[in-house]
Structures are given as structure tokens and as C-alpha cells.
């Protein structure tokens, strides 16, 4: 029993010691390279539910995005990112890609056209 204990504590500490590795590693690396990280609010056109996970997944699957959250009465999608990793265009031209317009992007008619009907915004 003892022994069960002590060899459950070794392992939760190498876990520990693994995930507080990572974090260092993390810090060190931002440390470095401070990590720019950019708050920027975009005006995405959407209405629904569907539309609203389409446009965060769109920015979540950008490399270096951290936060995407979308408000479907303001139409602003409130982006965090690492300045370093992509740039509020290249975020803005993804999410335009999956049929939704944004302030600077128009998306492209046959992608808005293959929208479910309940997110036809225009
Ligand atoms: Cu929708």
C-alpha cells in the first residue's frame, strides 16, 4: 500500500515536473522573443448559432490565435493573437474564405452561396 502511494507520487510529480517543463520552456521562449500579443476586434457578418462557431473555428485554426470569440448582436469577433504568428489580414482573409464578410474582406460569392440558408446574412 505504501509503496503504491509512494510510486503514485513519483509519477505525479514527474507529471508535474513534465507540465511545469513545458510552461518554463514556454516562458524562456517568450522571454526571448516577447510574445506580441495583439487584442484586435473584427466586424464579421454572421446571424446564427452556426455561424458564430464557422467564424471562431476559422480563427482558432490559424496558427497563433489564442482567444476567438464572436457576439452575434455586436458582430464583432474579439480576436487575441501572437503578432508574431499571423496578422489581423491573414485572420481576417480565413474567416472571409468560409463565407463570412468582414470589415476588410468580402467573402467569396460561391462560398457565401454554400452557406446553410439559416446564415444567408446578406
Ligand atoms: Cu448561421
Known sequence: MKKSIILFSVIYLI???ACTGKSNTRQQASAG???EVSRVALKVKGLCDMCKS???N???SVEGV???EWNRETQ???L???ASATSIDALSKAIAKTGHDTEKDMAPDEK???LPECCLYR
Open 76 to 78: 464583432v469577433l474579439d
Open 33 to 35: 522573443h516577447p510574445a
Open 58 to 60: 476559422a480563427a482558432k
Open 80 to 82: 487575441h493573437f501572437d
Open 66 to 68: 489564442t482567444t476567438a
Open 112 to 114: 457565401y452561396a454554400a
Open 54 to 56: 464557422r467564424i471562431e
Open 15 to 17: 507529471a508535474a515536473g
